[in-house]
């Protein structure tokens, strides 16, 4: 966690009461989900003080853009501000619980040989130990490519299928250029398996426009078209609908939930489902490691549901980060504890990959 310079200025606005009378009314909400009274503080504070003197120290907060009242004469609530403020500076994350180690180790002894379906069995315990829904981005498949095929579906759809030379197989469905035909898709296939040479994808469509730019006349316009489009769908939302798994939607639509709010998360989910705004949390794995909690707005995918997510990288065996993986849930989260079972997911999903590499 970071202690940002508006989080500092704000705690320097605090004195030792105010900070602790914030802090409690965070734990609260946190822990019931209801605001939190000035009769219910004077209980638990650590000095003496009547309900009056704790009530001025909330208005106080509430001018400070940390605490809000939904009702008039309630109690109050953190802002997504206080709960960044809380999260940054005064939130004590627990130990991982046992049980909690315990059900995430299971998956390694899973006899699940594909990484995806191993990737999927971590994202179902995580979501299910966690109660929120559960985001696991997978690593790209970077083996050198062996045999590249395209094949005709009808006259607008076609699949580009990769045969990699660790034996891996994979395919995608992409929109063909028009007047395309199937003897045109195996010459450009063919093309193509000419010059992969131990090729990534990416380097493979890299390599191909450079051959492009230097040689028009070996291939046809349509054809090269045709390359672009099949090779560029693992570069965009093509691999992104293979890559990111979600688990765990059931856990956040709350029958007894405001029917505004099963909407909102209606919503982020077919977001999800569409893959919009996907780049938002690719971009997490690229921010360097350690787990990043984001409320509300803070990130623009989860801006209209009114969700946090907390986050972390995973890296392979060179200290390289690879993927992420992820827990959406309402901002009302228990953060010290969620915070560590993220942190641990992700080391053991980099164990888990980098000890299958060297088997």
Known sequence: MRNTPDAQHLLE????????????????????GQPVGSRTLTRDMSEKVSAATVRNVMQDLEYLGLLDSPHISAGRVPTNLGLRLFVDSLL???????????????????NERD???LLEQVGGALSGITQGASLVLSPKHEAAIRHIEFVSLSADRALVVLVFADGHVENR?????????????????????????????????????SEIARNRREIDALAATLVEQGLAVWESEGELQERLIVRGRANLL?????????ERIRTLFDDLERKRDITEFL?????????RIFIGAENRLFSLTGSTLVVSPYMNAERKI???????????????RIVPIVDYTAQLVGRMLTDRRTE
């Open 92 to 110: 004590e994350v627990s130990p991982l619980d046992q049980r909690d180690r315990e059900k995430l180790d299971l998956t390694l002894g899973s």
């Open 283 to 291: 971009e997490l794995t690229e921010q360097g490691e350690g787990v």
């Open 254 to 262: 709350d029958e007894g939930a405001p029917a505004e709010d099963i």
């Open 13 to 32: 606005e605090m004195n030792t009461r105010s900070r602790e009378v914030f802090r409690r009314v965070v734990e609260g909400y946190l822990h019931s």
């Open 173 to 209: 469905l992409f929109t063909p250029p028009r007047g395309m035909t199937p003897s045109a898709m195996r010459e450009a296939a063919n093309y193509l398996n000419s010059m992969i040479e131990g090729a990534t994808v990416s380097s493979l469509l890299e390599r191909f426009r």
């Open 322 to 336: 690879i993927g992420a993986v992820g827990v959406i849930g309402p901002t009302r989260l228990n953060y010290g």
């Open 115 to 117: 990484v995806g379906g």
